[in-house]
């Protein structure tokens, strides 16, 4: 039987949060297109693994699988490559009742080193405005090694994951943008609140 792999407690990573002027109902059918991105390229893929609906709660759950690529920092390559190619999974849950898409994320590669935990929130605060919030923990490692290199690597870590999180914001934007001209035109955009309804 395999030994369990000890980790050290979840760290902060990053934190952030933005006040989107867009209806809620805009943002989370923007959330639901928001791939593929050219903006985005270390996002390969995306698969939708499990949906499920329940009309009478108004609730959706969504399971989707993502396939990333991403560079490695200079000071890493020697240990991991150049690139490292990751499988992450996003559980994301609608409450049409209470206007909130709470989104958890988190690496399925490699978790026996490293374990980033990323939660998003998109909760409607008026109407127009979604107040938008992220937050990610980072797990190592226990060992001999993880106590001196660890500070570091979280920091490199905390660095690359913050300049991702701002391009990811960036792209929710726009595709918010493009969201609310497809609905202000009448075309057929993503209408999760119709379909529950």
């Given amino acids: 039987m395999a030994e369990r792999v000890q980790m050290t407690e979840a760290a902060p990573l990053y934190s952030n949060q933005h006040l989107l002027d867009y209806d809620w109902g805009v943002v989370t059918a923007a959330f639901l ?3 593929p991105d050219p903006s985005l390229p270390y996002v390969k893929s995306v698969e939708t693994v499990n949906r499920h609906v329940c009309p009478d709660a108004k609730t959706m759950d969504l ?4 396939y990333c690529s991403y560079k490695i920092p200079k000071v890493a390559e020697v240990l ?3 690139k490292s190619t990751v499988v992450c999974v996003e559980e994301a849950h609608w409450d049409l009742k209470r206007r909130c898409l709470t989104v958890h994320g988190r690496n399925e590669t490699g978790q026996n080193l490293l ?3 990323e939660v998003c929130c998109y909760t ?3 109407p127009g405005q979604t107040l938008y919030t992220q937050s990610a923990t980072v797990a190592y490692r226990r060992g001999a090694l993880s106590g001196l290199l660890m500070p570091l690597a979280s920091e490199i870590l905390g660095g690359v994951c913050q300049r991702n999180a701002h391009k990811g914001l960036a792209s929710m934007l726009a595709s918010s943008e493009r969201e609310r001209m497809i609905q202000a035109g009448g075309s057929a955009g993503v209408d999760l609140q119709s379909r529950l309804c």
């Fill in 124 to 126: 409607e605060v008026a």
């Fill in 115 to 117: 374990r980033i935990d």
């Fill in 80 to 82: 991991l490559g150049k």
């Fill in 33 to 35: 297109q928001k791939f």
């Fill in 63 to 66: 399971r989707r699988l993502f």
